[in-house]
């Protein structure tokens, strides 16, 4: 939505975790921009399906290797239901803004773990949906913890604030109450500009004190 608003040019645009490449497809779509679309997917068989579809693929492990772009590369990157499944948040963000050009937006879409349904499961002692065992979801979000790490150090800004849907309301319902309260929703979603302050998220390992080991 954010990069649908913001893409009325010619812009370079970035999907880490592409997928099939919907929702660069779905930009496309919506906007009067003209995009050169890029995705990194690791999974082959997406990948294959990104690429006839017109997007540019690179197969890299966000987690572990250096994103393969110049520095200042993209002016608007989209990592939308991918964070809440890797643990190298510092790497990836740092890589991120890298390839960012100053002034360039990053759009973050997670699961919501203090969503409405997911404090009701909590209050009643059960596991909540946004971080199941066993699942695939690693880490979970709230609106608060995710802007205070996209922010630190001044490194990003925070130009808007969204959610999407609204368990277990009906899509019209849901989709209002999501925008008027994204702090119960069960994505949220951050739109993050890059400033021009020097250093990267990296920076922050060895600020804390963290008692796990961390990709730098």
């Known amino acids: 939505m954010y990069a649908q608003n913001d893409l009325d040019q010619t812009y370079r645009v970035l999907d880490i975790g592409c997928s099939r490449g919907h929702d660069l497809l779905n930009i496309k779509k919506n906007t009067r921009a003209t995009l050169e679309m890029h995705g990194i997917e690791i999974t082959e068989s997406y990948a294959k399906s990104a690429r006839e579809e017109g997007i540019e693929v690179k197969q890299i492990d966000i987690e572990r290797e250096v994103f393969d772009y110049a520095d200042n590369f993209f002016d608007v990157i989209i990592a939308n239901q991918v964070l809440e ?93 999501s925008h008027l309260i994204p702090s119960l929703s069960v994505c949220i979603f951050l739109c993050l500009e890059k400033t021009d302050v020097q250093g990267s998220h990296i920076d922050l390992i060895a600020d804390g004190a963290f008692e796990t080991n961390y990709v730098k």
Do not use: C, M
Not at 131 to 140: A, W
Not at 150 to 177: C, M, T
């Open 85 to 177: 499944h890797t643990k190298e948040l510092f790497w990836i963000y740092s890589e991120a803004r890298r390839v960012l050009k100053p002034g360039g937006i990053f759009i973050v879409g997670v699961p919501n773990l203090a969503s409405w349904h997911n404090r009701l499961l909590l209050l009643i002692g059960k596991q909540p949906a946004a971080i199941v065992l066993p699942g695939t979801h690693v880490r979970g979000f709230t609106i608060d913890g995710l802007k205070k790490f996209s922010e630190a150090n001044g490194l990003f800004a925070v130009k808007e604030i969204d959610g999407s849907n609204f368990y277990p309301l009906p899509w019209s319902a849901a989709k209002r109450l």
